[in-house]
């Protein structure tokens, strides 16, 4: 699988504090500001429902952009079906240029920002599939907010966010 890591450049830098390990339960409040950016890995939030309706859990995802949970679901505070999941932190593009993204092989909604500009959207129920490319315009070494979205309506439950920079290296 293609990282963040690998595409971007050496730095993936979360907006959360390392101390943030794990997945906590939310009891039913709001989750704490944002520490100050340090570590590795997106910021995920769990929710019931298709739609990031209710928010059961929250902590650091380090395992990135490409999860497969089968007929499984990532937390068990979500269940298998009609669950949802924002990730979010921020990137650092290795080069400058044009970046291309697309979700690959998700099941099943997907949707991307980069910088606050929505690039992907895919947020329908459906069987795995690539999702149209959207492409964004990165300057070397500045850090970029990064916002995916995902759903599992029933059944299986992946998605995979892939980038590529055409001049080295495509999907
Ligand atoms: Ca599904």
């Known amino acids: 699988m293609l ?20 997945v906590v339960a939310v009891p039913g409040q709001p ?12 910021y995920a ?4 429902g298709t739609n990031l309706d ?29 669950f949802s999941v924002r990730w979010t932190g921020q990137v650092r593009a290795e ?9 690959h092989n998700s099941d099943d909604g997907v949707r991307l920002r980069v910088n606050g500009v929505t690039i992907i959207d895919d947020w329908t129920a459906h069987a795995p599939r690539d999702s149209a490319v959207g492409t964004a315009t990165l300057a070397a070494g500045q850090l970029y907010d990064i916002e995916v979205d ?10 995979e966010l892939q980038w590529a920079f055409p001049p080295t290296h495509g999907f």
């Not at 939030?45 to 019931?48: N, P, Q």
């Not at 859990?57 to 505070?77: I, K, M």
């Open 3 to 22: 990282s963040i890591v690998e595409a971007l450049g050496q730095v993936y830098d979360a907006g959360y504090a390392l101390g943030v390990t794990g």
């Open 31 to 42: 989750l704490p500001p944002p520490p100050p950016p340090a570590g590795n890995g997106l």
């Open 45 to 48: 939030r769990y929710y019931v």
């Open 95 to 103: 080069h400058s240029g044009e970046y291309q993204f697309r979700f």
């Open 54 to 82: 209710e928010l059961k859990a929250a902590g650091v995802d380090e395992q990135g952009l490409s999860h497969d949970w089968l007929l499984g679901g990532p937390v068990p505070a979500v269940g298998t079906d009609q």
């Open 150 to 159: 995902y759903f599992d309506d029933t059944l299986g439950a992946r998605m």
